[in-house]
């Protein structure tokens, strides 16, 4: 499963502030950034954290944060005095400014500085006892970025899976205006060969590497439509973005979209492929956000107002008991039956929609009951490229409902099938039950339209 988080991303760094005696002594050791970023993540836990924090608390992981990194670089039996908390900022931060000076002198050498002041803001975050209250290495926020945003690399556009009965390579997805489909690449097509080398039995792994590339390159493809084996098509590999929203039409006119991720395009992606999809003449929708774990507060509301004309979508309590209420923003397409599919990994803003379509009774919630995450994450970028994730908020459904822990309760409960695949019927019960309750709801709808016989 991915993460699973709601974001709200913020991108403020606190200036160092002048501090007592002290402090001032430390700084002819600890760089300005390591000392920035430490007082960055010290005002940003205690003043944003969504419950008061405990001064002492945080002092305490601190230091055994620090106390950590020395442990793991080989310190043997490492010694940090204790720390006192004062109702000063100032010398709560001189104090723990003063720990990482005293621990770079006692390792000796063995342990860079920078490392020991990630491990005291580590531990700050980890004093709070919240699994979503983090710090993230510079690494660690460019993969979070990139898992939210996505990735850009040189392809054709195609998204692939393995055809069963065939054993080749199916196009399940082609990216609206990608290389491929520019070149006439359609949906269900089977590539039979790579450059000449035949797909069958080919690992998806292996498929994707053929058809990823440096820009500008050629691959050639032979497909084979509806059973007739076209001529080989060249495609030009082009910058491809990884997408989060992927959508096809099932039998029947019934439109299905699958959310991988709440990422920063994701609004705009599944707005997208609704319009395609109902200029194919889509007569319902599925969308899936099973295995969805989540990602920004904004996205949450733009797909939920795909769907809901007006009213609440979320409102989102602060510390303070501050509560923001957010609004339908007046984009839904036409109303048709939906089905949203959960399952024990839909999570964060995920529920968000799940929960704002359940209460504006725009839709129904069908699989099993989601994850349970009711709050709401702050990222605060620091000087260096790395960050801390802080919960600072709660959220509410349109109902006033408070999920966290508990999840949201389907409407339809189908539990899934054995080595499920999602988005194929033949393999997914969900999607098989999902897709006769439109069609059962379409039918009734259809019936009740009809003039009254004589």
């Known amino acids: 499963m991915k ?5 709200v991303l913020a991108g403020a760094l ?51 944060g620090i106390l950590s990194v020395m442990t793991a670089s080989g310190v043997k039996a490492p010694s940090l005095p204790k720390m006192h908390a004062d109702s000063s900022d100032r010398v709560n931060l001189s104090a723990i400014d003063v720990a990482v000076e005293t621990a770079q002198r006692e390792a000796g050498g063995k342990v860079d500085e920078r490392e020991l002041s990630y491990g005291a803001i580590s531990g700050m975050m980890n004093s709070v006892k919240d699994r979503y209250t983090v710090f993230l290495k510079p690494s660690d926020y460019s993969g979070l ?27 399940s997805n082609v990216v609206p205006g990608g290389p491929a489909d520019k070149a006439g690449i359609q949906q269900d097509d089977l590539i039979v060969a790579i450059d000449g080398l035949s797909t ?4 998806i792994d292996k498929a994707s590497s053929h058809l990823r590339g440096k820009q500008g390159t050629n691959v050639t493809l032979t497909i084979s439509r509806a059973g007739t084996t076209l001529a080989p098509i060249v495609i030009t590999r082009a910058k491809i973005h990884q997408l989060s929203v992927f959508s096809k039409m099932l039998p029947g006119k019934i439109g299905y979209v699958a959310l991988t991720v709440f990422g920063r395009d994701t609004g705009d992606e599944l707005a997208a492929a609704l319009a395609r999809l109902q200029q194919e003449g889509m007569r319902a929708v599925i969308m899936d956000l099973r295995d969805n774990g989540g990602g920004y507060l904004e996205a949450a509301v733009a797909v939920s107002s795909e769907f809901i004309a007006t009213g609440p979508i979320v409102s989102v309590e602060s510390r303070a008991s501050n509560i923001t209420t957010r609004e339908a923003d007046d984009t839904a397409i036409a109303p048709v039956p939906l089905v949203v599919l959960v399952n024990g990994h839909t999570a964060s803003a995920s529920e968000i929609t799940s929960g704002a379509i359940q209460d504006s009774a725009v839709g129904t919630i069908m699989g099993t009951r ?31 409902r408070d999920i966290n822990h508990l999840g949201i309760a389907p409407d339809v409960v189908v539990v899934e099938n054995k080595a499920p695949r999602f988005g194929e019927p033949a393999k997914d019960v969900q999607l098989q039950r999902a897709l006769q309750f439109v069609n059962d709801k379409l039918a009734h709808s259809e019936a009740s339209a009809q003039p009254a016989g004589n």
């Open 145 to 171: 970025n990139q898992d939210l945003d996505g990735a850009d690399f040189g392809g054709t556009g195609i998204v692939i899976q393995s055809d069963d009965p065939s054993k080749y390579i199916s196009v």
């Open 370 to 400: 989601t994850f349970g995450k009711g709050v709401v994450q702050t990222v605060f970028p620091l000087g260096d490229g790395s960050a801390v994730k802080i919960t600072t908020a709660r959220y509410l459904t349109p109902h006033n």
């Open 14 to 64: 606190f200036a160092p502030m002048l501090l007592g005696p002290s402090f001032a002594a430390v700084r002819e050791t600890l760089s300005p950034t390591d000392m920035g970023e430490i007082e960055a993540s010290y005002q940003h836990l205690t003043q944003d954290f969504y419950r008061k924090v405990d001064d002492q608390a945080v002092l305490d992981g601190a230091r055994a």
């Open 3 to 7: 993460r699973i988080f709601v974001l």
């Open 200 to 203: 069958k039995g080919m690992t």
